[in-house]
Nanobody, 125 residues
Framework: QVQPVESGGDLVQPGDSLRLSCTTS????????VAWFRQAPGQVRELVAA????????YYVNSVKGRFTISRDGAKNMVYLQMNSLKPEDTAVYFC??????????????????WGQGTQVTVSS
């Protein structure tokens, strides 16, 4: 069983940077695709970024391209989301999700098998 655990959410000001981290309790997710989704109040959950096993491929939603970077450290069993130049519209609960099919970049929530509880990111002046 893979149980993602997120950390790093915080209250920051516009233009600030923040790094979210995801690891697992239980088995390693080194062979899985791992993604970050976010959900703002009243909004649907959207895929922000994803990375396949070994970091072979990555995906970013257009609104974060050039500002966010997803990466993984297999030795530490960690996946990171580095968020720069944060905007108020980035405010949301951010979820880490894992897909056992580590070769693909699923874009839908249904593509992912395991989910974390989420970490709150608030961007406000």
């Amino acid at each position: 069983q893979v149980q993602p655990v997120e950390s790093g959410g915080d209250l920051v000001q516009p233009g600030d940077s923040l790094r979210l981290s995801c690891t697992t309790s239980g088995r390693t997710f080194a062979t899985y695709t791992v993604a970050w989704f976010r959900q703002a109040p009243g909004q649907v959950r959207e895929l922000v970024a994803a990375i396949t096993r070994g970091g072979v491929e990555t995906y970013y939603v257009n609104s974060v391209k050039g500002r966010f970077t997803i990466s993984r450290d297999g030795a530490k069993n960690m996946v990171y989301l580095q968020m720069n130049s944060l905007k108020p519209e980035d405010t949301a609960v951010y979820f880490c999700a894992a897909d056992v099919a580590g070769w693909r970049l699923g874009h839908g929530a249904n593509d992912y098998d395991y989910w974390g509880q989420g970490t709150q990111v608030t961007v406000s002046s």
